[in-house]
């Protein structure tokens, strides 16, 4: 039987933290009972499934939430998809009488969230939302028209035009203890494993687990060696993939393990009479973050639909097996390209420089269609989010909002020379290069046969006079 007695539930979604959370301290603060859920969803319309990486650090981030959660008195139910059917489910078998959620800015995400309002106002529970994960609500942020942005120095402005954004809460002091279900004991939880978040057979994961600490501690812990850091010098450091120079949070954003506002403050907090440039740079990229979002929220098909209508009659060119195979594991010859594409593949992430000629590689070099990359970024980056992922490739490709201009091809040659002169980031990633000095690491198939490294697998001036045509022909 369910017990009788009113409770809460919060359900926890791209919010994982403790920190800042809107719905978690507003259940917390009133009082009841209360159920703390996370709901896989791999079964709602729309709702597109994650990606191999992204479902390792999500299953990291829940033993993280649940371990934080337990220490707090309280603990974390799982249940799987689809979530109106989970959350309708889980708030009879608890009683609850109101409902807690940061809001989510997908279109099919909203839909979900709005047949679960509606239920819930139909059934006598009272739903809350609560702005958690972005600074700007995209619905918030208009042009004199009326109308969304579409392009980012104007959206950004008017952003920041907007005054101060809120402080951060801090972390609920104390939980209420869980609900009962409908034993009488704990809701019924999944386990963890069960979900098969993990990799095996093979396991790809020890480069991610090398590399990163999913989790709201961890998230906490690369704010502050970023902020006290590398953060001042970030306008040269972004640049240079061989060095720490940029914050590494976007996995932590991604899953919501660190509040945007939250970052804003620490920023504050340590620069209270002026913000270096530096550091103003950084912020303006977090805007950047903020401009995916509204472009997402007002173009829904973002991953899918060129921005730029006038893309579908763009002519790509399909690749065969072996070339996308050659771009996907790092092995088109060039060496910038093909250090990103292993740091990827072993890390998760890819430092944002090489990230633009990786993929300005593939939609310009070897005319692929953008959407070929950006679904391969959404299995491989850990950080690899509804907006942010297509809005970039689009970005690269020249279809989306405030483009690349289609001219711009970026030469990985050029680029490796400039921003990893020594080659030390190349000979990371590509050890088969180890050998050449920093002059020849960059063109290695001047150096003569390198044993184990391809060789170019198309050639830079030829492929970009093709792409020039072909982008050309879009204006006839
Ligand atoms: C083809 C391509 C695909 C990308 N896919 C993603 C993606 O799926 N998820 C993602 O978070 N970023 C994506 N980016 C943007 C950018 O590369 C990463 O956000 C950045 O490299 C993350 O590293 P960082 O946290 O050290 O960034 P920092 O330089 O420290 O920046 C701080 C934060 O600002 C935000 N940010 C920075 N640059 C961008 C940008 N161009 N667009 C949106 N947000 C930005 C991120 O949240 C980042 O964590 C993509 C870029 C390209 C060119």
């Given at each position: 039987m369910a017990s009788s007695h009113p409770t809460s539930l919060v359900w926890l979604r791209?919010?994982?933290?403790?920190?800042?959370n809107p719905a978690l301290s507003e259940a917390a603060e009133f009082g009841l009972p209360l159920t703390v859920v996370y709901v896989l969803d791999?079964?709602?319309?729309?709702?597109r499934p994650l990606g191999g990486a992204t479902r390792w650090w999500l299953h990291h981030s829940l033993a993280a939430l649940a371990a934080a959660l337990e220490a707090n008195g309280s603990c974390l139910v799982l249940r799987r998809g689809p979530a109106a059917e989970a959350i309708k489910d889980l708030a009879t078998e608890t009683s609850a009488t109101h409902l807690f959620w940061n809001r989510r800015y997908g279109l099919p995400e909203r839909t979900v969230d709005a047949a679960i309002k509606e239920w819930a106002g139909n059934n006598g529970v009272q739903a809350s939302s609560y702005q958690a994960n972005?600074?700007?609500?995209?619905?918030?942020v208009r042009t004199g028209a009326g109308g969304p942005y579409k392009v980012f120095t104007p959206f950004w402005r008017s952003c920041l035009a907007g005054g101060e954004v809120r402080e951060p809460l801090e972390p609920p002091r104390q939980l209420p203890s869980p609900a009962t279900g409908e034993s009488g004991g704990l809701p019924k939880s999944e386990d963890?494993?069960?979900?098969?978040?993990l990799p095996h057979?093979?396991?790809?994961s020890g480069g991610l687990a090398d590399t990163w600490e999913p989790g709201e501690e961890g998230a906490g812990r690369r704010l502050d060696d970023f902020l006290d850091g590398p953060a001042e010098d970030?306008?040269?450091?972004?640049?240079?993939?061989?060095?720490?120079?940029?914050?590494?949070?976007s996995p932590h954003l991604r899953f919501g393990e660190v509040s945007p506002f939250r970052v804003w403050r620490e920023i504050r907090r340590r620069f209270p009479h002026k913000i270096p440039a530096d550091v103003g740079i950084f912020r303006s990229e977090l805007g950047w973050r903020e401009f995916c979002w509204h472009l997402l929220y007002t173009n829904p098909e973002l991953a899918t639909r060129?921005?730029?209508?006038?893309?579908?009659?763009f002519q790509w060119q399909s690749l065969n097996r072996s070339e996308l195979a050659a771009w996907q594991q790092g092995r088109t010859g060039y060496p910038f390209v093909d250090a990103g594409m292993r740091q990827l593949w072993q890390t998760g992430w890819m430092h944002n420089r090489v990230r633009m000629a990786a993929a300005s590689f593939l939609v310009?070099?070897?005319?692929?269609?953008?959407r070929i990359g950006e679904e391969w970024f959404w299995d491989?980056?850990?950080?690899?989010d509804a907006a942010s992922n297509p809005a970039n490739w689009q970005w690269v490709a020249g279809?989306?909002?405030?483009?690349?201009?289609?001219?711009?091809?970026?030469?990985p040659v050029t680029q490796s020379k400039k921003f990893d002169s020594a080659g030390g980031y190349l000979r990371r990633f590509v050890?088969?290069?180890?050998?050449?000095?920093g002059k020849a690491i960059h063109e290695p198939w001047k150096a003569g046969d390198v044993p184990g490294y391809p060789d170019p697998l198309v050639g830079l001036p030829e492929s970009r006079e093709r792409a020039l045509e072909a982008y050309a022909r879009l204006k006839d």
């Open positions: 791209d919010d994982l933290r403790l920190d800042d791999e079964a709602s319309d729309g709702i972005l600074l700007f609500e995209p619905w918030t963890l494993h069960s979900w098969d978040l057979s093979p396991d790809w970030y306008g040269t450091g972004r640049n240079v993939p061989g060095v720490e120079g940029t914050s590494r949070l060129n921005y730029r209508p006038e893309f579908d009659r310009k070099n070897l005319l692929a269609d953008w491989t980056l850990v950080d690899a279809s989306g909002a405030d483009a690349s201009p289609y001219y711009r091809i970026f030469n050890p088969e290069l180890a050998d050449l000095d």
